[in-house]
Structure formats: structure tokens, C-alpha cells
């Protein structure tokens, strides 16, 4: 790798061989793994969508490679796709904006 | 979106041995993935043979009212390749003493071909089992001598097998040309108001899914469940069984992989979902392809590959079902696309969905 950049969308195609490292503790995450996206209670369309918003909000480059993939191959629209990314940011923006009440808690104790 | 063929372009994937070449070179020349032979020899089936002779697919030609961005005939107004009436009568001839049950009419839009309907009245009269013709659906509506095609189908208890990318009209514009959609569902709904696809009727409306795009296609029975409630619930349309289809890197599908740069990762997703038990039903060991100039073929693919089978008889005038069965069949890696997950034919998924994988 000649690119002197941290991620490459190559490295995914890679992501199995972390069990050569560590063969115990990566194939029970693999097999973790998988069974969590089969279909059970909810959808594996539904998981799609989860992961697809979970993708953005842990910034992780390649799992939004991976499941917008996913989605165009479980038949996702673009418009189911963008609203679960907006849900994740939703969830993002509250979780920092509710710490306002922390803050003005804060304020209020410190204040006279 | 593309007006005129790859070969009407003298585009480099127009000819069948630069395919060949790119199919071999590279990721798999440099071994970084194992070629389709090695693969399937892991498992202990290489050489691949055929089974027992089901379908026999004929080819009319390559000329179609549509020019689709995935089309793997490389199909369009511009092509002149279509079967001759002196073929059709070398075919019938096999048709009436084949043990094969189905007959499978492709193109193109098979109903171009100017003996079409000769063709059709005729093949009908041998008894053959299932009887299915590979209609686009807009060319029922493309012009006035199309019009009454539907009634025509039903006629002859033809089952109709049709393309249909996706239940939303910008993906299915996007892959088959603008206006596409609307003129499918209208032809639909023609199909539905005469008998075709209705729950429990013997007129057989199955509709074929390929993907959009460098991705595979998903679980079918999802799909087809998806399928039905957004065409039923937007449209009142029903249909009877979706086909997921693997587009395979052949012709404008590779020529569109390679000019978006998602060859490579495509060629991984297929390989990476290599599935030992879809190559025991690979479509090959069932089928034989006849192109529209009458040479036999293991597979449509291999036909717009050039690969004639590897058997002492090549042409549909010296047929010989038990010296065609004893063949090897020819594989490349585009045979990959047949066997990623539950596999692909184009009778869909080649696995039952209880044995399929994740």
C-alpha cells in the first residue's frame, strides 16, 4: 500500500483474516456475527436499516461501504436508507443535547 | 443511458475473446483469487458435466426495443443477428424428439423475430411441458402490431417470464431507459386483466429481478415478498414467482463494472460468496442454449462468449442429445455469478430457500 492514508476500502475484503491472529476469539465473532443478521424477531431488512444508521454514527468508514451494499441488495430504497442515517443523527444530536440539562444543572448549583 | 449497442460502438467488450482475456487476467492471473475451476475443484467437481436434459433455450436474436445498461447480449435496435426461418425448422425438429420439458424462447425481444408467431404455433403442437417465451414487457406497447401479444400468449398458455428491476420507477428507468416503467406496469395490468399471474391461474406470470448495480441480489423469498405487497398495494398488480437473477460480468454488465471501477470488488463479492451446493444445480447441467445462427452452447453466457460446447455436435442440424450429454462443460470465471449464495439461473436461485446460506 503505497497511499499514506489510515483506511483503504481494500482492507475490507480483508476483514476475515483477523481470526488468523486470533483464531478462538475471531471465528466466536464471526459466528456472532452472522447470527445476529439472520432473521429472527425483526427483519433482516430491518437489521439492515439498524446498521446501516449505527454505521454513521460509529463513523466507520467501511461499515457504510458494507451496508449501503447490504441495503442495495436487500432492495432499500435511497429514501429508507437516508431517513435511518438521519434516525442515527437524531439519536447523535440528543444524546450531546441532553447533556444541557447537566449543564444547567451545573449552572444553577454554581450560581447565587 | 446507452442508445446504441457495444458492438454498433466497436466498444473493446463487443468482442468475445477480449472478455475472455480480462475474465483471466489480474486479480486472477496474479492468483489473488482462485479461478472458477480451482474453486469448483476444491469440492471435487471439476470437470463440470451436465445432468439430465430439462430445458431447451432458444435464442431468436438479438435484436430488442430496449437497449438495458446490464443487458448481457449486448441486445438493441441495432442488431441484425436474428434466426432464420430454415434454423426454426432445424430446431422444431428438435423440440419433437427432445426429452427436455421446457422450452425457453430469449432474445432480444423474441417477438421481433418476423416468424415469431410461425414459430410459437408450431413448437405449441409438440406438447412440450412448459412452454415459456422471455417477454420485456414494453414491447407489448411499442408498437400497434404488438398490441394483442398478450391475448396471443394466452392463446397458446404461454408462460410469460419478464424483467423487472425494482417496484420504483427511477431504478427501473435508470437500468432499462426512461418511460420503461410505466409501460411495464400497464403491460401487467394488460397481463392480469386476461388470467396472467393471477392467484390460481394456469396462465404463468413470473417476473425476473436483476440487481442495478455492482451488488448482488438479495434473499429472493424477501424479495418476492417485497415485490408483491409494493405492486399490489401501488398498482393492484399481481404475479406468481420473482426470479433473482446475478448479473454475470458478460458484455455491457462487465463493460459498466469496469468503467465504475467495481470490477474487482465485484469479482470479490462473488467469489467470497461461493457456494459449493448452488454448482450441483448450475443451470448448465440442465440446459442447452441455441443461438439465433443454430450452435448449441452450454449456457446463454457462454453463447455471448462464443464458447461453443465442447462436443462433436455443435449445430442444432446434427442434435444428438446423448453425444451432447456426455460433454465437459466450459467454464470461466463468469461462471462465479451462477454460483454466489443460492446460486442463479434464469429460473432464479437454484437452491431451495430452506438449504440456502446467509
Redesign the interface.
Known sequence: MGDNTYYDPKDLRKFGKITEWNEELGTKFFDYYGKVFEEGALTAREKSLIALAVSHVVKCPYCIDAYTKDGLQKGITKEEMMEAVHVGAAIESGATLVHGVQMMNKYDKLSM | MHTKSLKKQNKELANAQRHLEILSNGIFSDQELPTFAKKIEETGQFPLRPKKLEVLQINLGYMCNQVCEHCHVDAGPDRKEIMTKKTMLQCLEVIKNTNATTLDLTGGAPEMNPNFRWFVDEASKTGIKDFIVRSNLTIIRANKKYYDLPNFFKKYNIHIVSSMP?W?RG?TDKQRGSGVFDKSIKALQDLNSLGYGMPNSNLKLDLVYN?S?A?????QV??ER??KNALLEDFGIQFHNLFTITNLPVSRFLDYLIASENYE?YM?SLV?AYNPSAVQNVMCTNTISVSWDGYLYDCDFNQMLKLKVASSVKHISEYNEEVLNNRTIITSQHCYGCTAGAGSSCQGTVIPASAGI?
Do not use: A, W
Not at chain 2, 215 to 219: S, T
Open positions: 425494482h420504483t431504478k440487481p448495480g451488488f448482488l441480489p438479495g434473499d424477501s424479495m417485497d415485490f470488488d470479490y467470497d446467509s
